[in-house]
């Protein structure tokens, strides 16, 4: 896993870069805005970040996650070739890009050949037609897909609400991708079940670890501690077949700023997610402590996907006071990327409260010893043992 990316900087295109709500009528020329995103990456990289995992690029009606032709790039955001031009951008840093992959449902005006669709609907979103995942057709589709755009030079993809794909279809389509791309990493979006037999069995990489998420909000939320002790003992037996991806913040959650009660709490949780094993994502905004709360409603994701700034330079003024907080991911990610064995190490606590924390991180050579105290302040020590 060390010779993965291990930290990415998650962007979720449409909005970061101001898109229109819907698509472009078929006749309007597509809008490069793809190249204003290659003006971000020395701010990812500077963050420390190695990797820039994208939303949703393909042509869409209206998020992204309604595709309707994953071999062309939205016209809202360019073209093919602008997407490879931030591909190789992005390599020039050492970053590495993963895109994301919509292949559980499409778009109502997918062009899909007859007995492509199952008839469902994906949740209940009438816009949102579910592919038929029984029907080879669709597998050679989906690895043809994957296979296309990593031949264009990027490292890998997440696999968007693979939880609701049967999981014998992704290991028919990571069997083909395999031999051919050894070094791609594959991610999947999967909120709760058997994450290890999930990467197992589909022949993944990793799986989105919600259950970690959760546990370090909640737990500083209600100073309730021990739930979080019991999260990492879940992370620990994760780490034994794969390295997770582990996030406070992404596009489809309310930012880790404005979801917990106390602020100065922020601190502790960045330390656990840059100290415990995985893989970490910091959703773009969360490094100035940005704030949006996600809505059950239509339009409920604007707060937490706005747009940014055509230059970095300008983030601050839409970020106030996001100084303290954009130096604390710097010196975290620093202690990390120091330490790539964290990766896959092992956490045993050490002492507990309902306040008050302490475990070890280790791989049994070195290790790293880190505190969560809330009666106090500052509340949280990350320090090597």
Known sequence: MEGHTMIWWHVYPLGFLGAEAEALPASAA????????????????????????????????THGYDTVDHYRVDPRLGTE??????????????????????????????AAPPGWL?????EGHDRLAELDHGNPEVVDHVAGVMAYWLERGIAGWRLDAAYAVPVEFW?????????????????????????AAFTEKGGLDSVTQYELWKAIWSSLNDRNLFELAWALDRHNALLETFAPLTFVGNHDVTRIASRLDEPRHLGA????????????????????????VKEERAGGDDAIRPAF????????ALTPGGEEVH?????????RRERPWLTRARTTVTALTNTALSYRVSDGERAVEVTLDLENEPSWSVRPA
């Open 269 to 292: 949780a960045l330390a656990v997610l840059f100290t415990v094993g995985g893989v970490p994502s910091v959703y773009a905004g969360d490094e100035r402590g940005m704030r949006g």
């Open 171 to 195: 290991r028919k389509v990571t069997d083909r991708l395999r031999p051919r791309f050894p070094d791609a990493w594959l991610v999947g979006e999967v909120i709760h079940g058997d994450y």
């Open 309 to 316: 700034p055509d230059d970095p330079s300008l983030l601050p």
């Open 81 to 110: 070739a602008d997407l490879v031009a931030l591909v190789g951008a992005a390599s020039s840093r050492g970053l590495g890009v993963l895109l994301d992959g919509v292949f559980n449902h499409v778009g109502r005006s997918f």
């Open 327 to 335: 130096r604390l991911h710097r010196e975290l990610i620093a202690f």
């Open 118 to 122: 199952s008839g469902g609907t994906f």
């Open 30 to 61: 597509p809008v490069p805005r793809l190249a204003r995103l290659e003006r971000w990456l020395d701010h990812g990289a500077d963050l420390g970040c190695d990797g820039l995992a994208l939303g949703p690029v393909f042509a869409s009606e």
